[in-house]
């Protein structure tokens, strides 16, 4: 049979008066047609000191990742098992910088305000395996520290864009740790830590940074340092995509710890006053050792044997009782605490209130 022209038409409108919008199931926020359009920006000043946060967190990245290509030789690299390939990869990553902390300034912009504009930063490594290390730990909060609130924003829009970023530098991260010689990823879940927990870990980096950018809201935290933490770097281990090397603590190991008391004008602008959390009653007494890691937040006892020093015991405890993998594993998180409250990753920052120093815990 053959179709007229006019037949083919008719057969076209028939099947458009048909059409309707692709079903969606009940529910679900911003997926119809006729919801309002997302706009990319900020909705609250929680919104804001998170990006912002963020944008902060970027730039060091792009500085960092930079600094270490400029800084060390080609031969720097290949003594630590590094080729010109890999070493492509780690500019390509500082390239990547440059389009997150676009794309956080211009979320960042909206209504006339001031993003964060790239500070001076200071490093303390001397080595390509050093180098590697740090970029590891820093990725490790940056990552982190998204995860946290990506969930409590406001502006779902914006989330959204800095969901697409943040899984590249999920990405930097393990290919940091590969860089470093350790196992990529010896974790089933990425942890999510607070905002305060996140610019604790990042503000001893920052150096000075332009008058005209905007304050940074979250506190910060006392220093926690784990006197006998574990290296990641292992003689023998160079980059490699994964190593089967033994794990570099287990639980039962007593981890040493001392830690500040709160200090007013740290910095040289007075920025970086550190402060406990508001439910502490006594900053030089902790009692417990918050662990926090995968989808948890555990507790031991924490034993102080001086002014600011004590120990405590690394713990077990896996995630799920049918997995083997312990709670603290990877670059986990460590906290001194007043007491010990419950929380769930998506409470997790309700901790804030009762930490008294904050710090990194090189699990493995
Ligand atoms: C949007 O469209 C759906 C049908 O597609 C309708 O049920 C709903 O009431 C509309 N919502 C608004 C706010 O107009
Ligand atoms: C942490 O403790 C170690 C071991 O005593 C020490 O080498 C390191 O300098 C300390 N770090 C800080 C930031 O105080
Ligand atoms: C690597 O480690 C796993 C356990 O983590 C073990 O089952 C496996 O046999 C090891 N493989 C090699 C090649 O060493
Ligand atoms: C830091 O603490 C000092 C007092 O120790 C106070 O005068 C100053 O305002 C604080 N700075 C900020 C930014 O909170
Ligand atoms: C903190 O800074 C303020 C204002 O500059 C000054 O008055 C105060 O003495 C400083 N406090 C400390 C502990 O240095
Ligand atoms: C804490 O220290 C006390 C006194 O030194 C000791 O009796 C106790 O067993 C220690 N607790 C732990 C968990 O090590
Ligand atoms: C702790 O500090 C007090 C008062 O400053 C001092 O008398 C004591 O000797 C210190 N203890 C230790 C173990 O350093
Ligand atoms: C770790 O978190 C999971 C999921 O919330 C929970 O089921 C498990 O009991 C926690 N494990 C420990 C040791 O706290
Ligand atoms: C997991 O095992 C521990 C220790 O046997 C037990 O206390 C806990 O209730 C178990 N959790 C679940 C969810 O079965
Ligand atoms: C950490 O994970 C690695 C790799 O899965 C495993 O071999 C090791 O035993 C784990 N360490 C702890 C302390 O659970
Ligand atoms: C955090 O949420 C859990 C439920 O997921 C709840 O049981 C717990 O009480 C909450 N913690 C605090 C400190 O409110
Ligand atoms: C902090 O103290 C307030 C007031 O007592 C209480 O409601 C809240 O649960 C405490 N927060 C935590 C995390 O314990």
């Not at 911003?30 to 000043?45: F, I, L, Q």
């Not at 994964?242 to 007593?254: A, F, I, K, V």
């Amino acid at each position: 049979m053959r179709f007229t022209k006019s037949a083919i038409t008719a057969l076209f409108a028939a099947v458009l008066a048909n059409a309707a919008p692709a079903p969606v199931p009940a529910g679900g926020v911003g997926v119809r047609p006729n919801d309002t359009a997302p706009e990319y920006h900020t909705m609250t000043d929680f919104d804001f000191q998170s990006l912002n946060l963020a944008l902060n967190q970027e730039w060091i990245e792009l500085d960092l990742f930079n600094y270490g290509v400029r800084t060390f030789s080609v031969e720097d690299f290949a003594a630590a098992g590094i080729n010109e390939e890999e070493i492509s990869l780690i500019q390509f990553m500082a390239n990547q910088e440059v389009g997150h902390a676009t794309l956080l300034t211009n979320i960042l912009s909206a209504y006339g305000r001031t993003p964060a504009k790239q500070c001076t930063y200071a490093y303390d490594f001397y080595t390509v395996r050093d180098f590697v290390n740090f970029c590891q730990r820093l990725t490790r909060w940056g990552e982190s520290g998204v995860y946290g609130f990506l969930p409590h924003l406001d502006s779902r829009p914006s989330a959204q864009l800095l969901l697409q970023s943040i899984t590249t530098e999920a990405r930097q991260q393990m290919a940091f740790r590969q860089l470093a010689g350790a196992f990529p990823m010896p974790v089933y879940f990425e942890t999510g830590i607070s905002q305060a927990m996140a610019w604790t870990s990042l503000q001893p980096y920052l150096i000075s940074c332009p008058a005209e950018n905007p304050r940074i809201e979250w506190p910060i935290f006392p220093a926690l340092n784990v006197t006998n933490d574990a290296n990641l770097l292992v003689d023998g281990y160079n980059a490699a995509i994964s190593h089967n090397r033994t794990s570099l603590t287990e639980p039962g190991r007593q981890v040493q710890i001392t830690w500040e008391a709160p200090k007013g004008n740290v910095s040289y602008d007075g920025l970086y006053n550190t402060t406990v959390g508001g439910n502490v009653t006594d900053p030089t007494a902790p009692k417990y050792v918050a662990w926090i890691n995968q989808l948890n937040a555990t507790y031991t006892e924490f034993n102080q044997t001086g002014n600011y020093s004590g120990y405590t015991f690394q713990p077990g405890g896996v995630v799920f009782n049918n997995t083997d993998d312990g709670i603290v594993n990877g670059t986990s998180f460590i906290a001194l605490t007043d007491s010990n409250p419950y929380v769930t990753p998506y409470n997790l920052s309700l901790l804030n209130d009762v930490i008294i120093a904050w710090g990194l815990y090189q699990a493995n």
